[in-house]
């Protein structure tokens, strides 16, 4: 996942969602609908991508370095790089994630962000 070095940094790599403006009908699901919890800064959560009905989101893949930030699980504080989801700062920290055991179509992903469909 990444490099570290001295001065508290980590090179890593991350994926960042980007707009093609070609396909965008500025409908606003993706920002009005859909709830992205950092929009001045991707971190790759991929919740507009899933959400636009127009597939005019993209997925980029960067190699960026960014600075270390402390957080605590379970009293114990890690640092994990800035600016990545909470499963990818687990994940950086040693916490495994297995496979869900169903697939989930973008259809239903879209039906529940919507709130259509209710468990």
Not at 1 to 6: G, H, T
Not at 12 to 27: E, P, W
Not at 81 to 91: D, I, Q, R, S, W
Not at 109 to 119: A, E, I, R
Request: charged residues 25%; proline residues 4%; neutral net charge.
């Amino acid at each position: 996942m990444s490099s570290k070095d001295r001065r508290g940094t980590v090179r890593i790599r991350r994926l960042r969602v980007v707009i093609d403006a070609s396909r965008c009908a500025n409908c606003g699901f993706c920002s009005q609908v859909n709830t992205c919890h950092s929009l001045s800064e991707c971190v790759g959560c991929l919740s507009c991508y899933w959400a636009c009905p127009y597939e005019a989101r993209y997925v980029v893949e960067d190699e960026v370095e960014v600075p270390l930030v402390r957080v605590g699980v379970d009293g114990v504080e890690y640092l994990v790089p800035k600016g990545v989801t909470v499963a990818e700062a687990l994940k950086y920290i040693g916490f495994r994630f297995g496979k869900p055991d169903l697939e989930v179509s973008p259809l239903l992903v879209v039906l529940v962000v919507v709130g259509l469909v209710w468990f």
